[in-house]
């Protein structure tokens, strides 16, 4: 079993910063792709960013490209989110997830986070 915990949520203004990080536990899962993804009210669960955990290759949503950026650290267990140049519509609730598919969605993820509030003001 796998346990991932999310934190850094929390209210800022739009073109502000925030760093989400997600903390990693359970078996071992060094073969797997982690991702965040974004849930907004009333809207499908979206991609946000994923990261190979052996590599590091990543890729992004267009929307979030050039101000997100995602990491690992295989040490610490952990892959954070660095969101910069927030706009109002990066308000979701943003969860990190361990899947086995890079290029996969939602679907092909198994193990989810509780999630974390992200809420840009304009």
């Known amino acids: 079993q796998v346990q991932l915990v999310e934190s850094g949520g929390g209210l800022v203004q739009a073109g502000d910063s925030l760093r989400l990080s997600c903390v990693v536990s359970?078996?071992?899962?060094?073969?797997?792709?982690m991702g965040w993804f974004r849930q907004a009210p009333g809207k499908v669960r979206e991609f946000v960013a994923a990261?190979?955990?052996?590599?590091?290759?990543?890729r992004y949503a267009d929307s979030v490209k050039g101000r997100f950026t995602i990491s690992r650290d295989n040490a610490r267990n952990t892959v954070d989110l660095q969101m910069n140049s927030l706009k109002p519509e990066d308000t979701a609730i943003y969860y990190c997830?361990?899947?086995?598919?890079?290029?996969?969605?939602?679907?092909?993820?198994?193990?989810w986070g509780q999630g974390t509030q992200v809420t840009v003001s304009s």
């Open positions: 997830a361990v899947g086995s598919n890079f290029y996969g969605g939602a679907r092909n993820y198994d193990y």
């Open positions: 359970g078996r071992a899962f060094n073969w797997y792709t």
């Open positions: 990261i190979k955990w052996i590599g590091g290759s990543t």
